[in-house]
């Protein structure tokens, strides 16, 4: 990162001489009065970028009140703000968004619209990046303390590219892996990864993970935690594992690297720590061998290891059942609440299982409002709402004015040119740390199947796919992976589901399947549609195995990193590609007879 600030450099100071309690001390001190600290927030973020053109254009004229603020500055979302975004990109100069210069690009995903959205990035990103590893570290290790040891994090920096304008642009996360500070960060929170930075920053994703299993077992005794951004990252890796174990162990029994690791700069870092060792290859072995369907596959690879950690909520609870079988009793602890717009709260509460985990927002790292969802709520239950609430909308309330068991969309003002933006999420108040907010994530808001007067969202999909594949269950089958889609071609248009399967089921199993998942569907307006034709029967495509690893390839390709990546649950238009991909391995379809 250019220009490192005198505060990051402070930072860096307190970093090196790191104590759990004392991150926890200002934490406890900072939520006290977050109504008071989200005051001083938003003054101190309008005063830094007062000079910017697009506040000058909305008539603050230097005011940085909070009810100012709301007046003049309208609620964007990306599509507003987009223009500006690619001046920046482009080269101009003049402050736009900020007062100081932006440097660098965040890439998002691009799994939700087909194509990366440009965010902002800079140092004050950076740094409540690190103030969020470092929360949620001390309260993680307070639950579950680590040593000196190592971490096995499958991590991976995709290439930054230039912009038009000589821009840095990246995923987030390999701007993060890329900041000096980031290594910095992890070895004064004992998260050091036991793989040299040649294999995180490898030009070939295949390759990474190969070496970073290699890693693993190399220093399987000194291995203290599994992480991931993304449990997807975490279960696709051990997935791996189980193809390529016997030639890890060759690999470490003859001390010679395998010829599928081909770039010369991970080659040559290996080599340093590859040396001839049978004894470890024959208890690998020996451990592999001794498994009963890979169950506790983790615990017994690196037997002291406290706990698995990436995140685990939203879009990732459909892996957490796989994830569990190779973890067997090893915790898996979610990580925090963010996105590529940046961050919002750090999981303080480390102990609570991921389908319940919090976050507590940080008030002092932006300005966040709320647009409550719907008022009463608490005689639904929260897993079979009626998704049509998410269309209510009220004015914006402030941090500390949010509602216990109430539902809100997330509105974020950064440090880093977003203002009042609507980050698209929608989460629920579970209570509050001291004065702040702990927010549970519910969905995606804009994730929609919809075809008439139905609304479903990607939980409502998610529990429709659980319920029917308990039928796969049954004959020792699961659900690798799915996604959805809208075929608005027929008349009426019709619910499109894709599974990918571990195995062969049976025709009559599928067609129970089919109907289960119809059934599933109980959104009042989606009932009532089918039961009048108004929406066609449900049609449920199953598809070759490796469809959603080609899935994965496609947005590698694009330059996405393994690590920031989600498997699209509702293939859209815009998302033509994927859809073309899903179409083209289809190997069987049923239509439901549900209705």
């Not at 060792?277 to 615990?299: C, F, H, M, Q």
């Not at 994530?441 to 075809?451: A, E, K, M, S």
């Not at 049954?474 to 809208?486: A, F, M, N, Q, W």
Request: proline letters at 5%; aromatic letters at 10%; hydrophobic letters at 35%.
């Amino acid at each position: 990162m250019l220009g490192c600030s005198q505060s990051f450099v402070r930072m860096l100071e307190k970093m090196e001489e790191f104590d759990p309690e004392k991150v926890i001390e200002e934490f406890e001190a900072i939520t006290r009065d977050a109504g008071k600290v989200q005051r001083e927030t938003l003054k101190k973020i309008l005063e830094e970028n007062g000079s910017a053109e697009y506040l000058q254009s909305l008539g603050l004229n230097g005011r940085t009140d909070p009810e100012s603020f709301k007046t003049c500055v309208p609620l964007v979302t990306h599509k507003e703000l987009e223009p500006y975004i690619h001046r920046i990109a482009d080269g101009d100069p003049s402050p736009i968004l900020t007062g100081k210069p932006i440097t660098t690009i965040s890439l998002s995903s691009g799994t939700t619209q087909g194509k990366p959205k440009f965010v902002p990035f800079n140092d004050e990103l950076m740094e409540s990046t690190m103030q969020i590893y470092r929360t949620s570290f001390a309260f993680r290790n307070r639950e579950f303390p680590i040593g000196n040891g190592k971490g096995l994090q499958f991590i991976y920096s995709s290439k930054q590219f230039q912009t038009k304008g000589g821009l840095a642009a990246g995923t987030a996360t390999t701007n993060v892996y890329r900041n000096s500070q980031f290594k910095e960060t992890m070895k004064a929170i004992q998260s050091q990864s036991c793989c040299p930075d040649e294999v995180i920053f490898g030009p070939d994703f295949h390759q990474s993970l190969y070496c970073h299993l290699l890693c693993g077992l190399i220093f399987r005794d000194e291995v203290q935690f599994v992480f991931s951004t993304f449990a997807h990252s975490i279960l696709h890796a051990f997935r791996t594992f189980e193809q390529v174990w016997e030639e890890l162990c060759t690999d470490i029994r003859e001390g010679v690297l395998s010829n599928r690791v081909s770039a010369p700069s991970i080659r040559a870092a290996m080599s340093k720590l590859l040396k001839p060792n049978p004894e470890l290859a024959d208890l690998v072995y020996k451990k592999i061998t001794g498994l009963s369907n890979w169950y506790r596959l983790i615990p017994e690879l690196f037997p002291n290891a406290k706990y698995i950690y990436g995140i685990m909520t939203g879009s990732m609870e459909p892996y957490l059942r796989k994830l569990r079988h190779y973890a067997g009793e090893l915790p898996l602890l979610s990580a925090d609440y963010g996105s590529s717009e940046g961050w919002i709260g750090a999981n303080v509460n480390p102990k609570l299982p991921p389908e319940s985990a919090t976050f507590a927002v940080l008030p002092n790292i932006g300005f966040f409002e709320f647009i409550p969802l719907k008022h009463n709520i608490e005689d639904q239950d929260q897993n079979q709402m009626d998704p049509s609430f998410f269309q209510i909308e009220h004015e914006p309330v402030d941090l500390t004015e949010v509602k216990i068991g109430e539902d809100y969309e997330i509105i974020v003002t950064n440090f880093a040119g977003l203002y009042r933006y609507k980050l698209g999420d929608v989460v629920k108040v579970m209570g509050f740390h001291n004065s702040t907010p702990e927010l549970k994530f519910v969905c995606r808001r804009n994730l929609l199947l919809t075809i008439n007067i139905d609304k479903n969202t990607e939980k409502d999909l998610q529990l429709a796919v659980e319920e029917a594949s308990k039928l796969l269950g049954e004959e020792k089958l699961e659900v690798v992976d799915y996604s959805s889609h809208v075929d608005s071609s027929t008349d009426p248009g019709h619910y499109v589901i894709f599974w990918e399967i571990s195995g062969e089921a049976g025709e009559e199993v599928l067609k129970e399947c089919c109907n289960c998942l119809d059934r599933s569907f109980i959104d009042a307006g989606y009932v009532s549609s089918r039961k009048v034709n108004a929406i066609g029967a449900l049609e449920l495509r199953v598809v070759r195995r490796g469809t959603f690893q080609k899935i994965l390839d496609h947005y590698l390709g694009l330059g996405s990193a393994l690590s920031q990546f989600k498997t699209p649950r509702c293939v859209g238009p815009t998302n033509n590609l994927v859809l073309q991909i899903l179409c083209g391995n289809v190997v069987e379809s049923y239509f439901s007879t549900a209705f």
